[in-house]
């Protein structure tokens, strides 16, 4: 099995930063894509960005230019730096990694607990 861990997450005014962090453990044999998602109040979870094993990146247009995912693989740790916030940045924000176990298993997804961030004006 495989748990990640979110962390980092907390109370901002806008236009502040905050970094998140999410650490894998467990059964990891491979890593490929690493991703973030959030959850606003009264939304359903979106997409937010992706970061490949080749460090292919991908953004939300919302926050493209504000937010940088990026990895570091040996350590199956994601991060995402996010800078200039908004109230409207306010959400629960989860990982998702698509590991495989072994090398001759699938991969498989798994999701991390989430983590909240809020943004006051």
């Known amino acids: 099995q495989v748990q990640l861990v979110e962390s980092g997450g907390g109370l901002v005014q806008a236009g502040g930063s905050l970094k998140l962090s999410c650490f894998a453990s467990g059964y990891i044999f491979y890593i490929s894509d690493m991703r973030w998602f959030r959850q606003r109040p009264k939304n359903q979870r979106e997409w937010v960005a992706t970061i490949s094993r080749q460090d292919n990146i991908h953004y939300k247009e919302s926050v493209q230019g504000r937010f940088t995912i990026s990895r570091d693989t040996p350590k199956n740790t994601l991060y995402l730096e996010m800078d200039n916030l908004t109230p409207e940045d306010t959400a629960i924000y989860y990982c998702?990694?698509?590991?495989?176990?072994?090398?001759?298993?699938?991969?498989?997804?798994?999701w991390g607990q989430g983590i909240q961030v809020a943004v006051f004006a």
């Open positions: 998702k990694m698509n590991t495989r176990t072994s090398p001759r298993s699938a991969f498989d997804e798994f």
